[in-house]
T-cell receptor, first 112, second 114 residues
Framework: GESVGLHLPTLSVQEGDNSIINCAYS??????FIWYKQESGKGPQFIID?????DKRQGQRVTVLLNKTVKHLSLQIAATQPGDSAVYFC???????????FGTGTRLTIIP | EPEVTQTPSHQVTQMGQEVILRCVPI?????FYWYRQILGQKVEFLVS????????KSEIFDDQFSVERPDGSNFTLKIRSTKLEDSAMYFC????????????FGEGSWLTVV
């Protein structure tokens, strides 16, 4: 069954450094992947997405990498800022299926 | 920037009472969702709604839950008889088109059942 108070992986990064957050997914049929940022007490905020026909996609200070062979997704945040401190979730979806399946999340802390 | 809005932000209710959580999705969006997040856990899908009917629901979404789009702007989640384990943050979300479009989430309604 579900565990109460799931312990999140944590990552602490010095301000200004780059961070990499990883996510493994299990459904080989998933063809759309999204990274969300969640600050305390708030809803998930869209960061960047990628479709399964791509390996890499870049946004402002963020890059998502997709390795379908090993079913792995990563989010790279460049030049981290204090406002980047949050929990980051990956989510997956497959065409024809309306639900997003979220990962367990990683808590990123930026050290000033 | 358009956003999904939810009310109330926090509600405390007695076990067995009915609760209605309200959402105003982004105005030109066609697909609507409810998700929930129990404290400290990951976000879980409850239900999706399109063309005035449920398109998909999870095992969590049992007979105690219902959704409605009573007019052109609101989307509601009703819990008929709340249980302690219904205590969670409930997120409404919406997206414009079919699979692959970005899903935008509201700020959430925190439900505490006592």
């Amino acid at each position: 069954g579900e565990s109460v108070g799931l312990h999140l992986p944590t990552l602490s990064v010095q301000e200004g450094d780059n961070s990499i957050i990883n996510c493994a997914y299990s459904n080989s049929a998933s063809d759309y992947f999204i990274w969300y940022k969640q600050e305390s007490g708030k809803g998930p905020q869209f960061i960047i997405d990628i479709r399964s026909n791509m390996d890499k996609r870049q946004g402002q200070r963020v890059t998502v990498l997709l390795n379908k062979t090993v079913k792995h997704l990563s989010l790279q945040i460049a030049a981290t800022q204090p406002g980047d401190s949050a929990v980051y979730f990956c989510a997956e979806n497959n065409f024809g299926n309306e639900k997003l399946t979220f990962g367990t999340g990683t808590r990123l802390t930026i050290i000033p | 920037e358009p956003e999904v809005t939810q009310t109330p932000s926090h509600q405390v209710t007695q076990m067995g009472q009915e609760v209605i959580l309200r959402c105003v999705p982004i105005s030109n969006h066609l697909y609507f969702y409810w998700y929930r997040q129990i404290l400290g856990q990951k976000v879980e899908f409850l239900v999706s709604f399109y063309n005035n009917e449920i398109s998909e629901k999870s095992e969590i979404f049992d007979d105690q839950f219902s959704v409605e789009r009573p007019d052109g702007s609101n989307f509601t989640l009703k819990i008929r008889s709340t249980k302690l384990e219904d205590s969670a943050m409930y997120f409404c979300a919406s997206k414009q088109g079919s699979s692959g479009n970005t899903i935008y989430f509201g700020e959430g309604s925190w439900l505490t059942v006592v």
